[in-house]
């Protein structure tokens, strides 16, 4: 929790959010300053994914000329310590930025009392109140543990804790089939571990399913290991440290068993607002999500508490969104600005081991909100210059781009799946605020020999059946 002042307007705001220096999760990981994205998301899981890519990079070296031997492993002790002590710097570097800012920073656990005030509790136990104008919340969320299933909790991780192991978690079990499941899947798998994900339904629900498909099928192919239409029964602890999985086969209704080194949870995430004592001061929630209602000005039912972030109905479960939305509500709060969020058509990256970035809507929900015949669908299949030399397989480097059918196109969503998809796609997402248009991307001339060329190359329709593979350099 933390008090916060504007300078001279001596105006001030509670912000309330999980302190997690001193906040543990079921198996006692801990952490600094900083929230999910420094700590125990988008950063150690992106240094993680490089770790995997050199992996890759190392093989394709030998096609360049390099003399690499044969035998090559990975050392997760060093790769761990290189990731957490950059972590840590972070952690240190948003504590001078609060103090260069005069913002006093209270490391404990907050709760309301009433609509301006706030019980604080310190690991010690010590308590006591802080009392503001206006209360921003933004307790982000934490991973999922499936209750029901004996042994979850005892003995499986999460996203909160594989990135802080200081050993190799081994022969992995990922159950879940999200972002965050399907990115930890693939840098376990890049850096030489054996590795299984266990999918009860689809993957990569919310994000078009095209898309999904090739996604998993490079992974696949790379090396992980997927159960499809499974779900776990059990786990057990073996005398020999091993887990036991226990899982039914959906399909089959069959059971099946295999012991494993670490069980990954990756089941979904839980708002952390059960202990904020909402309902007492008046704070509408959704009862099945335990997030907050909001409305477009980040607003709660009760005027002076704002939420931002995870915890937010309805609002993208992403750092830079919710960061945006900060930054914002403190300008409006001080009087400096009346500009609100814009929640369209914010871009993200899945960083998988073939990345896959996106902006806009899917095509199906392109179809549901326009109909099927009055969109269009420029695609192209491509093989990246990188890949040929390397004799990499390609055959998942796909672009796709929905727009109307009619008028001047308007682009609707677009999809990139290859290398640096997100530095693709960050650029590109910059025309959906501009009113980007299929002419606009026609009238693009492109950086050669890149792979965000082929967007601006794209010519072919699905619904022309033509073959949509890129040909030439």
């Known amino acids: 929790m933390a008090t916060f002042s504007r300078g001279r307007q001596r105006i001030k705001a509670l912000c309330c959010f999980r302190t997690l220096i001193c906040t543990r999760n079921f198996t006692g990981t801990k952490w600094g300053l900083g929230g999910t994205c420094v700590n125990v998301g988008c950063i150690p899981k992106k240094l993680m994914h490089q770790a995997a890519l050199l992996g890759t990079a190392v093989k394709d070296a030998r096609k360049y000329g390099w003399q690499i031997p044969e035998s090559l492993s990975h050392d997760w002790s060093t790769m761990a310590e290189a990731v957490q002590n950059h972590v840590k710097s972070l952690n240190w570097g948003h504590r001078v930025q609060l103090q260069d800012k005069k913002v006093k920073y209270l490391n404990m656990k907050g709760s309301l009392v009433d609509t301006h005030t706030i019980r604080a509790v310190n690991g010690k136990g010590k308590e006591m109140t802080v009392t503001a104008k206006n209360i921003v919340l933004a307790t982000g969320g934490r991973p999922k543990y499936p209750t029901h299933v004996p042994g979850a909790m005892e003995f499986g991780i999460t996203s909160d804790d594989v990135f802080w192991l200081k050993e190799s978690p081994k022969k992995t079990l990922v159950v879940g089939a999200s972002y965050v499941a399907l990115e930890c899947a693939g840098f376990l798998t890049g850096i030489g571990l054996d590795t299984t994900v266990m999918v009860r339904s689809i993957a990569l629900r919310g ?30 602890k073996l005398p020999s440290g091993l887990l036991r999985v226990t899982w039914m086969d959906l399909n089959t209704k069959e059971e099946h068993q295999d012991t494993f080194n670490s069980v990954l949870w990756a089941v979904g995430r839980a708002s952390e607002t059960k202990t904020l004592n909402l309902e007492k001061v008046g704070v509408e929630i959704n009862k099945e999500t335990g997030k907050i209602i909001v409305a477009t000005d980040e607003a709660t039912s009760v005027p002076n508490i704002f939420a931002i972030g995870d915890i937010a109905e309805g609002r993208p479960e992403l750092t830079p969104t919710a960061i945006k939305a900060g930054k914002l509500l403190a300008r409006r709060l001080v009087g400096h600005s009346t500009e609100l969020m814009n929640y369209d058509n914010v871009a993200t990256t899945v960083f998988t081991p073939l990345e896959y970035g996106c902006v806009g809507l899917s095509e199906e929900e392109a179809e549901r909100r326009h109909g099927k015949d009055q969109i269009e669908v420029y695609h192209a299949f491509y093989k990246p210059l990188e890949f040929t030399v390397a004799e990499r397989d390609a055959t998942q480097c796909y672009i796709k781009v929905v727009c109307l059918r009619e008028g001047d196109q308007r682009v609707l969503g677009m999809h990139f799946t290859g290398p640096n998809a997100g530095e693709v796609t960050q650029g590109f997402s910059l025309g959906f605020q501009c009113g980007l248009t299929y002419e606009h991307l026609r009238n693009t001339v492109g950086i050669h020999p890149t792979c965000a060329e082929e967007l601006i190359k794209l010519n072919i329709t699905k619904r022309s059946g033509l073959d949509a593979t890129v040909t030439g350099c």
């Open 207 to 236: 994000f078009d399913q095209q898309m999904s498909g090739l996604v998993t099928d490079y992974m696949e192919a790379y090396g992980t290991k997927f159960s499809w239409k499974c779900t776990p029964k059990s786990i057990e």
